[in-house]
């Protein structure tokens, strides 16, 4: 892709990965951000500590549901990835703010780029439109039936998108994204809290029985897979593309908190988990350890399981500390960038640890 994408939602955890991705191509970009309170506003412009050091990049701040439009340059591709996120916080008098940044904000970007050379508008789009889906994996042909009022503001977004590509000819296409996790996630969600529990040594709180199934996408997977970056594949103009995420497996973290077991709840209202196209490996497979990385003295320790027959034993200096299992099914071109973090962040422990990245065949090693 060249030329000239709008970002908005640029500070956030998905934007500002994409602004630096489109950057790193040679792309200009124009960022737009409202700097909300949802979470620490200051996290969010160190997201964009590496983009606003580019001459190819510009910021503005603005309200999509309120201030003028005009504002906004003319552009390429425009990747609106603005929205106020959150299920749990969508209930109640909250509700006005989903309606105004969720729905307002985007019938306004729709209309302001109405009628312009535009080559694609991309609508980031939520998994929880689905609600309680009706089966696993979920496909894009079930229909949509969200299960809290963030859900319905989302839809509501989707069927604005396709109104104005069946209306007016924008070229549209909606993403619906399954629990994107990887760095600068935001401080509310999953990985994000067991990340900072295992590093502060807190409990974590978990919701229902613990063995809910759920579908995660790798961030560096996400930037990869956007249509209107040029890659193929892409969707045709006017229709929505639930792209579901690629890596599915149970999540779990295993005996690193054996002094802090866990708080368990029952699932509140709107919280229920739902995992879309949770076993990528085919009906009835299951995963497997396909990679193991270990931290034992003075070194990591990588290898694969072999194509048939048990896994390798563990280095027979004992269990190590910490455990991560890492859902990895589609994701074998990032494990190298991944496992470099992780053991960045499993070495300030200062505890042995070991990773497993659980996938649907067996992998090359890490490197």
Same mark, same amino acid.
């Given at each position: 892709?060249?030329?000239?994408?709008?970002?908005?939602?640029? @500070?956030?955890?998905?934007?500002?990965? =994409?602004?630096?991705?489109?950057?790193?191509?040679?792309?200009?970009?124009?960022?737009?951000?409202?700097?909300?309170?949802?979470?620490?506003?200051?996290?969010?412009?160190?997201?964009?500590?590496?983009?606003?050091?580019?001459? +190819?990049?510009?910021?503005?701040?603005?309200?999509?549901?309120?201030?003028?439009?005009?504002? =906004?340059?003319? !552009?390429?591709?425009?990747?609106? *990835?603005?929205?106020?996120?959150?299920?749990?916080?969508?209930?109640?008098?909250?509700?006005?703010?989903?309606?105004?940044?969720?729905?307002?904000?985007?019938?306004?970007?729709?209309?302001?780029?109405? #009628?312009?050379?535009?080559?694609?508008?991309?609508? !980031?789009?939520?998994?929880?439109?689905? #609600?309680?889906?009706?089966?696993?994996?979920?496909?894009?042909?079930?229909?949509?039936?969200?299960?809290?009022?963030?859900?319905?503001?989302? /839809?509501?977004?989707?069927?604005?998108?396709?109104?104005?590509?069946?209306?007016?000819? /924008?070229?549209?296409?909606?993403?619906?994204?399954?629990?994107?996790?990887?760095?600068?996630?935001?401080?509310?969600? @999953?990985?994000?809290?067991?990340?900072?529990?295992? =590093?502060?040594?807190?409990?974590?709180?978990?919701?229902?029985?613990?063995? *809910?199934?759920?579908?995660?996408?790798?961030?560096?997977?996400?930037?990869?897979? /956007?249509?209107?970056? #040029?890659?193929?594949?892409?969707?045709?103009?006017?229709?929505?593309?639930?792209?579901?995420?690629?890596? !599915?497996?149970?999540? @779990?973290?295993?005996?690193?908190?054996?002094? &802090?077991?866990?708080?368990?709840?029952? &699932?509140?209202?709107?919280?229920?988990?739902?995992?879309?196209?949770?076993?990528? @490996?085919?009906?009835?497979?299951?995963?497997?350890?396909?990679?193991?990385?270990?931290?034992?003295?003075?070194?990591?320790?990588?290898?694969?399981?072999?194509?048939?027959?048990?896994?390798?034993?563990?280095?027979?200096? +004992?269990?190590?500390?910490?455990?991560?299992?890492?859902?990895?099914?589609?994701?074998?071109?990032?494990?190298?960038?991944?496992?470099?973090?992780?053991?960045?962040?499993?070495?300030? /422990?200062?505890?042995?640890?070991?990773?497993?990245?659980?996938?649907?065949?067996?992998?090359?090693?890490?490197?």
């Amino acid at each position: 892709m060249s030329g000239h994408a709008l970002v908005t939602g640029c @500070a956030g955890f998905i934007g500002s990965h =994409l602004v630096e991705r489109l950057l790193a191509e040679g792309v200009r970009v124009t960022g737009v951000d409202l700097f909300t309170s949802y979470y620490d506003p200051a996290l969010k412009r160190r997201n964009l500590s590496a983009a606003l050091g580019q001459p +190819g990049f510009s910021l503005l701040e603005l309200d999509l549901g309120r201030d003028d439009l005009a504002r =906004l340059p003319e !552009a390429d591709v425009v990747f609106h *990835q603005a929205a106020q996120p959150g299920v749990r916080s969508s209930w109640g008098a909250e509700f006005a703010s989903y309606v105004h940044h969720n729905v307002l904000a985007t019938q306004r970007l729709l209309e302001r780029y109405r #009628g312009t050379a535009l080559q694609r508008f991309v609508y !980031a789009s939520s998994s929880s439109v689905y #609600g309680d889906a009706e089966r696993y994996p979920t496909g894009e042909d079930l229909p949509p039936r969200p299960f809290s009022p963030y859900g319905v503001t989302k /839809l509501a977004g989707e069927h604005l998108a396709l109104l104005y590509a069946r209306n007016f000819g /924008l070229p549209v296409a909606s993403l619906r994204y399954f629990t994107v996790y990887g760095p600068r996630q935001r401080p509310d969600m @999953a990985f994000h809290r067991f990340c900072r529990a295992l =590093l502060t040594g807190q409990p974590i709180t978990i919701y229902g029985d613990g063995r *809910q199934s759920r579908d995660f996408t790798y961030i560096a997977q996400r930037g990869r897979r /956007l249509p209107g970056r #040029g890659a193929g594949g892409d969707p045709d103009p006017g229709t929505h593309a639930g792209r579901e995420g690629g890596a !599915a497996a149970r999540a @779990a973290a295993a005996r690193g908190s054996a002094a &802090h077991p866990g708080r368990r709840h029952p &699932h509140p209202r709107g919280a229920r988990f739902c995992a879309g196209d949770a076993d990528r @490996a085919g009906s009835g497979a299951r995963g497997r350890v396909g990679a193991r990385a270990v931290r034992e003295g003075g070194g990591v320790t990588a290898w694969r399981e072999p194509a048939s027959g048990p896994a390798p034993a563990a280095p027979a200096a +004992g269990a190590p500390a910490v455990s991560v299992v890492v859902p990895a099914y589609e994701e074998a071109e990032s494990l190298a960038e991944l496992q470099r973090e992780l053991a960045a962040a499993l070495d300030a /422990l200062g505890r042995s640890w070991e990773v497993l990245y659980v996938t649907a065949r067996a992998t090359a090693p890490i490197a």
